[in-house]
């Protein structure tokens, strides 16, 4: 309920890129998910990486977000 969170026009996600989960929870913003090593870092079992994956596709069909990769080896896994 912090007004200057819900002010926030974007949130910029490098590392850790699965720390963008957070930044979900504000609707109004845009997301910038460009992971910088490991998007899944901190994401231990098969159920939250699914969960961050299929997260990451919502956040793709919205136009004003931007998906991304900084390295081959995520582009790769957003693949």
Known sequence: QDPKM???DA???TFPASMCQLWMAFPQS???FLPAHRYN???CTAKEWIILNNQIKALAKAKHNVIGALSRYDMEYLK
Do not use: S
Request: charged share 10%; hydrophobic share 65%.
């Open 11 to 13: 949130f910029i996600c």
């Open 41 to 43: 870092l901190g994401r």
């Open 30 to 32: 845009h997301l910038v």
């Open 6 to 8: 819900l002010a926030m």
